[in-house]
């Protein structure tokens, strides 16, 4: 969890940095707070996940965006799910079900992105300082990011729950084969 907001902290403050030095490249701003809300669900969905391979992760993924600078959101989208296929093929550990952790990552990631550039839209429309603009799109990243976290740790628990239920459903379908062998 320490580890989970510490990349938080370090999106929202990288977050507020692209802002400032970019603050006309909306797409590029965008692509970086991309790579942290993933990283941040990919964090949250795989605790088995190493602290090496999350670093990689981040790093290629901000790259690639690096790269898809003039991009839609629907290339950024198919990153995000090829880079969890990548560690998927790499690592079996890093999910239980690998569509449904591609499907969850990349939809919310593009439900936050174009909540983000609705709210940037807005900002923008209304003319504010800029000064109150960086605050408000800090706050903005902090609460977003809040309940994309919350919505993924909701997910998870779910997931857990069912697995473990499926794992007690098979060990007690197995005792009773074990007990009818005997008979």
């Given amino acids: 969890m320490m580890i989970n907001l510490l990349?938080?902290?370090?999106?929202?403050l990288l977050d507020s940095i692209s802002n400032t030095l970019l603050v006309t490249d909306f797409?590029?701003?965008?692509l970086v707070?991309?790579?942290?809300y993933a990283l941040n669900i990919l964090f949250i969905l795989s605790h088995s996940i190493s602290q090496k391979q999350l670093w990689s992760f981040g790093m290629?993924?901000?790259?690639?965006?690096?790269?898809?600078?003039?991009?839609?959101?629907?290339?950024?989208?198919?990153?995000?799910?090829?880079?969890?296929?990548?560690?998927?093929l790499f690592n079996k550990t890093?999910?239980?079900?690998?569509?449904?952790?591609?499907?969850?990552?990349?939809?919310?990631?593009?439900?936050?992105?174009?909540?983000?550039?609705?709210?940037?839209?807005?900002?923008?429309?209304?003319?504010?300082?800029?000064?109150?603009?960086?605050q408000i799109e800090v706050i903005g990243?902090?609460?977003?990011?809040?309940?994309?976290?919350?919505?993924?740790?909701?997910i998870n628990s779910?997931?857990?729950?069912?697995l473990e239920r499926k794992d007690q459903f098979k060990r007690s379908k197995e005792k009773v084969l074990i007990i009818e062998s005997e008979d």
């Fill in 60 to 88: 290629l993924l901000a790259l690639l965006s690096e790269i898809a600078r003039p991009n839609s959101y629907l290339f950024s989208f198919l990153i995000i799910a090829l880079i969890i296929i990548l560690l998927n």
């Fill in 94 to 134: 890093i999910g239980e079900s690998l569509i449904t952790q591609v499907i969850i990552s990349s939809v919310l990631i593009f439900c936050f992105q174009m909540i983000s550039y609705s709210l940037y839209s807005i900002v923008k429309a209304i003319n504010i300082s800029f000064i109150t603009f960086i």
């Fill in 158 to 162: 779910k997931r857990i729950d069912y």
């Fill in 33 to 36: 707070l991309t790579s942290f």
């Fill in 27 to 30: 797409s590029y701003q965008s």
């Fill in 141 to 154: 990243n902090l609460f977003l990011n809040v309940i994309v976290s919350l919505i993924v740790i909701f």
């Fill in 7 to 12: 990349f938080l902290l370090l999106g929202i």
